[in-house]
């Protein structure tokens, strides 16, 4: 009965979030889901992300919560449209929830829509948003096992964001040991190190973002 | 009818809890559990913990991952017993598994059982497991508002850990922010800062599991 009902429910978000994908596509807006645990500095990310590309590209962000509207107020100062959806204790965001979070925008004039889900490394993994692709955000206090704990999210993810790479030298997180788990895990998996703290990578994260908008813009 | 669904599967875990409860006082056996983020330091601490308790107490532990058995790998190397659960991409631990996981105990032969809950601030929140209380284990490296975005772990736990204390001055954590947020949340909450690097605190929280296994041992 439970797995009935879990499984009808998978089914009715892949359903929606195919047709936001189809949706979205006659537009050519680029939507990428950053999925990470709760602190590895996804909202940073977006605060040094959106300065650096809003003077060339519309972007919008769909914030989602468990409570408050703490990480929205922090980015309605980028001056960037923001949806709050508040999952009200849920662990992570449904298609049903991007649907009416894209209905605030005005979508003629987006070029990129940032989903930044629930600071979650388990569930948010498992439910499709519509997006062109999944982004990790992992950072190193974390520790180096969490590929291996939490694959689904590697597998799934086209690029793993590796951050807080200055605390590097003060935690035992070894590199060999993370890249030998995602290898196994997904090995055709992008990985770029960067520090919202110094600024390491970023150059490198938004290389990244701008092809990706640009091979968007580009398909049929 | 997904609704009614979540409020029958809560009931029957909160069933489930009490009878675990109930039972486990007949044995007059602590039980303890962990919640965090992944990467928090959950394994870490009982790895610092066991060591020091196990010449004077009985202790045995039930590990909760969604996948592999590296974390119970790490732990059964304290000669204690450890019930591993997989919860198959589960995001949180439910009675059930815990009456299961208890069977593959001598409970004649044990004082305090932890429980290390899956890393994930939100669900394992909401499903009483049957414990004596829920212990948060944060890290500075998250972030000092997780508490007012996660507030429901901090509502229902009788002690935080703040670990990774070691660093603080590396991090943008702010210890007023922390407390204040805390004191919102649930002003009775006791607060050990520690760090399992340095072992800054470790006395503090070991003086606070005796006098726990103390009072379970006297209560009626």
Redo the contacts between chains.
């Keep these: ?2 797995i009935t ?1 879990l499984q009808n ?1 998978l089914e009715a978000n892949e359903k929606k979030a195919a047709e936001i994908r189809a949706f979205l596509r006659g537009y050519k807006i680029l939507m990428l889901n950053l999925i990470s ?4 500095g996804k909202t940073t990310l977006l605060e040094k992300t959106l300065p650096r590309l809003t003077q060339r590209y519309r972007i919008a962000v769909i914030e989602g ?4 509207a ?2 929205a107020a922090r980015l309605v100062r980028y001056n960037v449209p923001v949806s709050l959806v508040n999952t009200q ?3 992570h965001l449904e298609s049903v929830s991007i649907e009416k979070a894209l209905a605030a925008f005005n979508l003629n004039e987006l070029d990129l829509i940032f989903i930044e889900n ?6 948010p993994a ?1 439910f499709d948003l519509g997006e062109d692709a999944k982004v990790a955000v992992m ?1 190193t ?3 180096d ?2 590929v ?5 999210l590697f597998r799934e993810s086209e690029l793993v964001l590796l951050n ?1 790479i ?2 590097l030298s ?2 035992d997180f070894k590199r060999d040991v993370f890249y030998t788990d995602l290898k196994q895990v997904n090995a055709a998996i992008k990985v770029i190190e960067i520090s919202c703290k110094n600024g390491a990578g970023l150059d490198q994260w938004l290389e990244w973002l701008e092809r990706k908008i640009a091979a968007k813009k580009q398909a049929q």
Tied chains: 1, 2.
């Design positions: 009965m439970q009902i429910l645990s709760p602190g590895a919560d468990v409570e408050t703490r990480d204790g849920g662990c629930v600071g979650n490394l388990v569930c498992e950072s206090p974390e520790g096992d969490k291996m704990k939490y694959p689904l807080k200055d605390l003060a935690t």
